[in-house]
């Protein structure tokens, strides 16, 4: 079974500084992939940045980057110069790859906070 | 690109009553589309995995005959909530699989707020 964990129920950051928000995973495939999604107050689910677990580089994505660490089975979200906008709540999610398409577990999500 | 649609957004309804909810991919089409489930201030929850022209495969403990899922076309699944119940309400948010950067990736609506009185 796949499990994604998410230590931090909320973390604080000021304005212009960077923030780190763990996640750790736990599957026995080879194959997986992991994905950070943002969530505001509205309510949608945005996709933010993809990892795959055969990729070598750390992905990148504009202000957020994947620092993926394989054998500690980790999977951080590095937000540089934080912004007022990026208050919200953040889930790491990890894809198995089953006989109907990808299916993602997410972990319990880490709420984001940006103070000036 | 990859953007999906629900509607409706929020509805109230009545107990006992049926409500349909519709998502859309705008400008993909999506072989696959998932249904979640979400509470107040906790993860999504995966209801049933959608592919366009077959049965839904529902997760373990969602009532298959409860959650009505339909798969009609590449752009558009239903998920129809029959017979409310105050314990049915949530915010239900659907998502459709596109092909991007080698993985398919997950797009969301913007989910939908169902309350039921």
Known sequence: AQKI???QPGMFVQEK????????????????????????????????IYQGS??????????YSLNFQKARKSANLVISASQLGDSAMYFCAMSILTGGGNKLTFGTGTQLKVEL | GAVVSQHPSRVICKSGTSVKIECRS???????????????????????TSNEGSKATYEQGVEKDKFLINHASLTLSTLTVTSAHPEDSSFYICSASSRTAGTDTQYFGPGTRLTVL
């Open chain 2, 26 to 48: 705008l400008d993909f089409q999506a072989t696959t589309m998932f249904w979640y489930r979400q509470f107040p201030k906790q993860s999504l929850m995966l209801m049933a």
């Open chain 1, 54 to 63: 055969y990729d070598e580089q750390n992905a990148t994505e504009g202000r």
């Open chain 1, 17 to 48: 500084e960077a923030v780190t928000l763990d996640c750790t995973y736990d599957t026995s495939d080879q194959s997986y992939g992991l994905f950070w999604y943002k969530q505001p107050s509205s309510g949608e689910m945005i996709f933010l």
């Open chain 1, 5 to 7: 964990t998410q230590t």
